[in-house]
Structures are given as C-alpha cells and as structure tokens.
C-alpha cells in the first residue's frame, strides 16, 4: 500500500490517540517522534540493504547505520521489559553513529510510571503494521516524512504546551528573511541561536526550489535549549540532509570554534530571545576572548546588541547577516545606544525593516530585521535603507500574517533599493545622527511632511525654535517654574497641550515643558498644534516605547514641527480665540433661553448673524452619499410636512447604513458568522430574517450587533480581531459607529415613526411643527455624535484597474455628498474589488470591506441621475430596494443570490 497524506495523517493522528493518557503532553511529543524515526530509518535501512549493489554490511553505504539490537525488528515482538528494549536500542544506534549522540538519551522509555508495558506494546503492533512501511518505495512523496514529523509536533501536544514557541520565528517571516540574505551554493551558513531550525532548513530548502546543488553546503547551528536542538536534529535527519552540525550550547559562551579562533561564515541568520533577560553577561564583564563586545556591553536587560556584535564577528569579511529583534533595539539608550552609534558609524548597518506587530505565536510583541552587510552596494555606503512594513498584513483568527504579496512588496523594494512614499526610503547617516542613532523607521518614513505641505505648512526643526526644554521638578509646587511663551505638551497618551500651569490635569512628570522663541514661535499656536490631528499624529510619531509609549526629551528635541510664518500663527490664534468667544457666546444665550423668558426675542436677533444654513450644507457634502441624497431633500424643501416625511426617511436609512456595514464586517469573517447568526437573527421580537426591512427590526438588529462588536472591541485579546474585521485602524472611527447615542436617537425615531401611524391625513400645523422639532433634535445629536468621523472613511465603487507589485490601484466613484455626479479619484488596495459593489474603506488603508448590497447605487452619468436604493423586501423571488430621494424610478426589483441567501436563511447560511 503506497502511503498518501491522508494515510499517514490518520496513522498518527491514532498513534497520538494510543498515548493520550500520559499526564505530560512533552513526553507523549517524545516517545512519538522517537518511535516514528526509529521506523523510518529501519525501514529506509531495509530498502537500501535490499538493493545494495555494494557490501550492505559495510557502514559507509548508509547515512545511518542500524546495528544488530537497534533496528525496529529488535523490540517489535518484546512483550515485557519493553522500555528497555527500546533504550537499549537507541543507546546502540547512538554509539554507532557520532552524530546521534545523546539525541534520545534523555527520552528514557523503561519508566513504567509514564508509559506501563501495556501502552507501549499497543503503539509498537500500530507502528509494525506492514502497509505503515516508511520507506521512499512507500511513500507518494518522501516529502510526507517531514510532514510526518510537524504532525506528530501538532497530535503531541508539543506546540501548545511549550511556552517557549511563542517567540519562534513565524514561517512567513523565516522565508522573507532568507530571500532578504540570498544563499547559494558552497556557501557556510550559521544559526547561532537556531531556536527550531527553521532559518537553516529554510536555507537548504530554498536552495533546493532554486535547483543548486547542495553537496558543498555547509550548515551550522547552536541551540541551548534541549528541546529545540532535538527538533532541529530530528528536522534535518528526515529531510535526508545529514551534514548540517547542529550543537547543543550557548553561542555568547562557546561559539563554532576553528584553530581556537571564531569561524566565519558567509551568512548568519537567527531570532535570539527578543529582550533576553538572562543572557551571560557576566562572561563580558572581564573582556571576551573573542572580541565580541569592543562596542560595548548591553545592560543586563536586553542581550539584543550582545547578539549582534557576535553574529559581527562570526560574519566573513564579504559576508551578511540578518537578525529579527524587537523594536526597543533600534531605539533603546544608554549602554545600547552607545553600541548602536558604533554600528552607525562604521557603516555596518545596510537595511531596516519594520515588521507589523502580533506575528507571533502568543505575544503581541512588535519586531524588525536588521540587516548587516560588510560589503554594502555603493549607494548604501554611508546611507542605511528603511522599509517600514508595520501596516503589510492580513488578520486572521486573532494574529497578523504576512501575505505572499506582502512579501514580494518588501523582497521588490530591497532588490530595487527604491523609495516609495510612506513605506522606504535611503537615509543618510548625518540624517541618523541628528536623530541621535535612532533606527526607528518611523522617524524617517512618514506621511506628516506630505500632510503638512498641503496644509501649507512648512516644517522646522524643533530644536531651533526651543530657548528651553524642561522636565519637572519635585522641588516645586507645581512641578515647573512658569515662564513666558511656553506649553507643557503630555508625554503619553492624547491629553491636552496646555499654555497655563494651573490648567494641567496629569500629574506634572507626565508633561514636558516647551519654552519658544518668540520671534519664531507662540505659544499659543504651538499648544493648538499639538492638539490638532497633525500634531497628535506627530506626537504619535515621536512617542517609544514596548509597553507605553512616550515623549522623552531627546525624541522632541531631534523632531519637526510644522508652521505658518509668525503672521499667520497670529491670525490662526485670533481665530481660534474668536471661534471660543462665539461657542462660549452660545452657551450664554442657551442658558439664558432657560431661565429667562423675557430674551426670547433678544436671542432670536443674536442667532440670525449666525448662518446655520452654509455650515449645514457644508456637513452634508461630507456625509456619505446614501444619506446625503436625503438629507439634501429635506434641506430643499421648505413644507414642514415634507421635512417631516424626509426625515424619518433619514433615520430608517441611516439604521440599514449602519446594519450594512456592521452585518457585512461579520458576515465574510465566515467562522465568526457562524457563531453569532443565531444570537443576530432570533431574538425577544421572533425575527428571524429580513423577508421584509422595517425600521424596528433595523433597531433590534443593530442592538444586537453594537453588543458583539462592543464584547470584541473591548476584549484585549479580540480587539485587532475586531477592528480587522471593519477593516478599521481608528479605533475612535468604529467606537462612533457603534456608539449607544447613536441607538438611542434610531430607538427614539423609531418610536416616533410608530407613534405617528395612521395620523397622515389633514394635521394641525402646530403639530407638524412639533414633530419637525422632535426630529430637528434627533438630527442635531446624530450630527454631534457623528462629528466628523466620516471624514476618514471612503464609500466607493471601483471602476478601472491595474496590478502590480501585489497591489491594485483602482479609478474608483467616491460616494460622497448629495451631487449626482460622482467624482473619480484613483486609490490602492491590497486586494481585488468587484465592479458593481460598493467599498468602504479606511483614508490611507489598503483593505476595503465589502459591504453586503443592503443599500446600492445606480450610476447614469450622461443623465445625471445617479441614485441609491435601500433594501426593501423580498418580493416574487427577487429583491425590492427602494429609494428615498429618487422619484424618478422609485423602486428596483431584481435578483441577488448573496443577499437573498442571507435574507430567506440567514441561520443556515453558508
């Protein structure tokens, strides 16, 4: 019987099954892999011994030689004393072949306490069944061995019970950095810190795809963990790859040693333990033998740069390497900055390249590659390439994974060395210096500067517009001595800059006082910057940290700011002081509408100066366009009864805009629509599906929705899961969408709209009046609830485009505004998008989500009648949508298996 995939999955997935009674999942992954690799290589022993042309007794026709005691057909028929059979054996395979050494010592079978006769015997007769044979002759690919091994790692319970796999470099990261590093033949490759193997199998492995020969390849690696070494061995055993010497020790203490001194070699890769705590610094203190800490030695916290200046010294004179590390490395100070700038400064850095944060197995840690190139390529010399790649990423179940495109856009821009904006760019080191040896790519690549030119800002170095920078003080009162033209600027979080010292509301050392120049800064204008979108998102920029982020001194002081001439800050303070006195002004006038009947018609005269009508109209052409077609209606018409009607038109779709774009965000996430249909589509009311829309069910629906998202949004463990799901980096843009003031205003419309049925006829104009009122409030609360949120988010429909790079980049329909000319603007996205269906997607993201056809659009460029439809029933086997702004052609009726599908069986719904 040949021996497929599904076969072999099945055998040791029962063979798992035999041991599942052991209390230690560790052992159960051991005594599995052990027995597995004494069966294949007897087997493969056999099948070599039958077809030998050669002497088969002669040890040196075989990789591995089984010597008589050792091979599977020795404990096969032991019924008693089992375990020591087996000991007996690998000791004997051991002894005879070096390179085994001390690999299955440690396993130990003869423990009847763990693993009793009885067990034991079960698992050998599964292992012996004859069709089971693990030879090549059996198999329908000899690759099935190896996978083999990664099923017995998963049905052994090694992976979720061992805590140290959670900072094993992920397989898409271990393949991007071996075609960063490039290996060919001949070349000697080390690992000094191998973890399980997988840079240097994924080295053999990408030699192979590319078809070099591996004969004259030299493979090295050092582990100190037993565990990992003995999955390493075992890795490399089965893929036939038999010379690779794979140590077990640590490398800060015992490197590859070559005539007492250290051996090079042509590349070195690794992923040492990110922030290692334990690291042997002590072997330092007194001088290295070696000479690997003449920059300096890194404190006892971090052995990050202790990891580095080796993987230095064992690199060949032409040679790279590369490290994967946390972020803290490229920024951290003191002992590690002074390593650091000696790196910088010899010109030894090539390439930085930020990776995207909870790529790991169970931490969210964030990470980069740091590339170390001794022959660096003439336009790097003095320059260091940044790719910040922090944003290419897919999220799936819970964790960031790099997609193929996402890696062939990093792999395309180092091979180019180009600069693409927002994403890499060269940088000189005089540039680096002035940041003071910062590496964090985002200092260097970043949007603020384009933001800011066209906000006609031109950008300053802080330090030139600073007299003084202060941080407080346990000797004063309020932590600061108050001087003139400065703020205190918080150092974590978005709390507010201030100008006046009595106004702070932190506690003083979370502030940093900024005292300006005043011929070329105020105060003033700086305090408003920094609370400004700009300069949050500056202030975002220059805040380091792995836990909190924060301000410090030195990232202000190496930092821009950006500025209008001393005029214009003037003129911008005057406007922002007036625009204080007309809010404060209007506080005043509420106040007194309350308490004193007698100003009525006063505040009536002050209120006409204002005019409501251009700032209203100003909002609509923001908002998107299937609710700025309607509110634009009720704008237009001046009968109360009609702006009634309009409305409640309003309110109705502004509940299915936002049921859409919620149902929608669960409904591709198809394991997660699975579990939450059920507690969507029953509930208190009995509904069950949509054959009909109506304003309640809306209401009831979006409940429902606002709490499970709201549960993921505020769970730490589900809250990137969430926002993926929306396709939504701000988490402030989501938390408006569900925000409960929101239910509240679609719960009081509702009830209006219920309230008011069956009283259509001839009404008392009062009354019209009134619920024009009633509703004229609701809309204000939606537009304050709302603000300016949809500012950052686009709804489109794609039109035209082009692919390349693992990009799209589209001529879309921007959705937005009451016009019913729609304008074209070309956006890039990470995936494809249909025609015909409409997006939203987040302003400067390249995931858009797909939102279900609840509400579409009718393009009729030539006639200018383009118009939108919401979803109104199910009727004569098609899909009814209507629109509220469109007399022209009220209603369409047509077919639509998605929405269908959902609507008539939302709970068996595939």
Known sequence: ????????????????????????????????????????????????FN????????PDNYEIFIPDGAHWRDIRNVSEGIGFEIDKAFDALEDFNPILKGLFTPIQFMDPTNLPDRLLNKLIQHFSNPKYNLSNSNLMDTGLILIGFE????????????????????????????????????????????????????????????????????????????????????????????SAKIELGNSLINPFLQNNELMKFDIVISSPPMNQWDWPR?????????NRSKYGIPPKTSGDWMWLQHMLEITSEYGRFGILTDNGALFRGRSERKIRKAFIKDDLIETIIELPSNLFWNTNISCCVIIINKNKPEILKNNIYFIQAKDEFEHFQGKNI???????????????????????????????????????????????????????????????????????????????????????????????????????????HNYIQLVFNPDKLLADFASGFYNSPLGLKLREHISFGS??????????????????????????????????????????YDSKLWSNLKEINNIRQKLSSFNRKEGFEEWINKLPYPLASILIRYHADIKPKLKVDHLLNFFEALAEFLFTIMISAMYWKTELFDRFKKTIFTNEKGFKNLKFSTFGKLVTYNSTLIKITNDLLFSSENRNLCLSLYHINTIEILESIIN?????????????????????????????????????????????????????????LPGKNDYEFGKYSYTVHDLKGPS???????????????????????????????????????????????????????????????????????????????????????????
């Open 151 to 242: 099923l017995i790692i998963k049905y052994g319970g090694y992976i979720s019970s061992e805590s140290n796999n959670e900072f094993l470099p992920p397989p898409q990261i271990v393949k991007l950095i071996i075609k960063l590093l490039k290996p060919e033949e001949g070349m000697k490759i080390c690992d000094p810190c191998s973890r399980n193997g997988s840079f240097l199998l994924e080295s053999v492995n990408n030699l192979k795809e590319k078809g070099n020969n591996l004969d004259n390849l030299s493979i090295f690696g050092k582990e100190l963990s037993y565990d990992l070494w003995y999955i390493t061995k075992l890795y490399f055993f089965l893929s036939g790859f038999f």
């Open 402 to 508: 790099l997609q193929e495109f996402h890696l062939n856009k990093i792999l395309s821009a180092y091979e180019k060395l180009e600069n693409i904006e927002q994403f890499s760019a060269i940088i000189n080191i005089e540039t680096i210096k002035k940041n003071d040896y910062n590496l964090y790519p985002k200092i260097y690549i970043n949007d603020l500067d384009s933001i800011a030119s066209k906000m006609r800002l031109d950008s300053y170095y802080l330090k030139d517009l600073i007299s003084e920078i202060n941080l407080s003080s346990k000797d004063l009162l309020n932590g600061f001595e108050s001087k003139s033209n400065s703020i205190y600027l918080p150092k974590i979080g978005r709390s507010e800059s201030i100008v006046n010292l009595d106004e702070i509301s932190l506690k003083p």
């Open 1 to 48: 019987m040949t021996i497929d995939l599904i076969t072999l999955e099945r055998f040791l997935w029962e063979a798992g099954e035999i041991l599942s009674v052991l209390k230690f999942k560790k052992k159960k992954f051991y005594y599995l892999s052990a027995l597995f690799f004494l069966k294949r290589i007897s087997d493969q022993f056999d099948e070599i």
């Open 820 to 910: 019913m000319i729609f304008k074209k603007k070309e956006i890039i996205t990470s995936i494809p998008m249909d025609k015909g269906t409409i997006y939203m997607i987040e302003k400067n993201q390249l995931t858009p989500l797909k939102l279900l056809p609840f509400f579409t659009i009718s393009l009729e460029p030539r006639k200018n009648k383009n118009a939108c439809y919401f979803y109104n029933k199910i009727q004569d086997g098609k899909v009814r949508w209507i629109s509220y702004h469109f007399e022209q052609c009220p209603e369409i009726l047509e077919k639509n298996e998605v929405l269908q599908n959902l609507i008539e069986n939302p709970l068996n719904n595939e």
């Open 282 to 290: 002590k072997h330092y203190t007194n001088g290295d033998p070696y």
């Open 51 to 58: 077809h030998l042309k050669g002497d088969p007794e002669d």
């Open 547 to 588: 836990v909190i982020p924060s301000i410090s001194k030195k990232s202000l002081i190496t930092s821009k700011i950006y500025l209008p001439d001393i005029n214009t800050q003037n003129i911008i303070i005057d406007l922002h002081q007036n625009i204080r006195e007309i809010i404060l002004q209007l506080k005043e």
């Open 740 to 796: 409960d003031k929101l239910m509240k205003i679609l719960k009081i419309t509702n009830r209006y709209r219920n309230d008011w049925k069956g009283h259509s006829g001839i009404m008392n104009p009062d009354i019209i009046s009134n619920r024009l009122t009633l509703l004229e409030k609701e809309l204000t609360n939606f537009r304050e609830v709302m603000a300016n949120k949809f500012d950052s988010l686009l709804f489109i």
